[in-house]
């Protein structure tokens, strides 16, 4: 599937110089936002920001842009809370 949105030139030229490279660039930023909110997996963020479905390969490229594990979008209800009372202070 593909979306078409309009940004202002000073801002394309932001996520690059040329048409795959600012694709790549809003697709990146677009899976690292969804996986932030929790809404998809390590390894749908992976896939979508293009670096493939292995756990590890997802976890660097998550880890590069200092974004912390997302517990909600990775784990089941049970192991949610399960992670949650381990993480409490």
Same mark, same amino acid.
């Given at each position: /599937?593909?979306?078409t949105i309009t940004i202002p030139e000073e ?6 110089s040329g048409q795959k490279e600012r694709e790549?660039?809003?697709? +990146? @930023?677009?899976?690292? +936002? ?10 749908? /963020? ?7 479905? &292995?756990?590890?390969?997802? &976890? %660097? ?8 594990? @997302?517990? +909600? %979008? &990775? ?5 949610? %809370?399960?992670i949650r009372l381990l993480l409490e202070p």
């Amino acid at each position: /599937m593909g979306i078409t949105i309009t940004i202002p030139e000073e801002v394309a030229c932001i996520l690059g110089s040329g048409q795959k490279e600012r694709e790549q660039r809003a697709c +990146e @930023s677009i899976a690292l +936002e969804l996986y932030r909110e929790g809404r998809i997996t390590l390894r749908t /963020m992976g896939r979508l920001a293009g670096v493939g479905e &292995d756990y590890w390969a997802a &976890d %660097a490229f998550r880890a590069r842009h200092g974004l912390p594990v @997302s517990i +909600e %979008a &990775d784990g089941t209800e049970n192991e949610t %809370a399960a992670i949650r009372l381990l993480l409490e202070p």
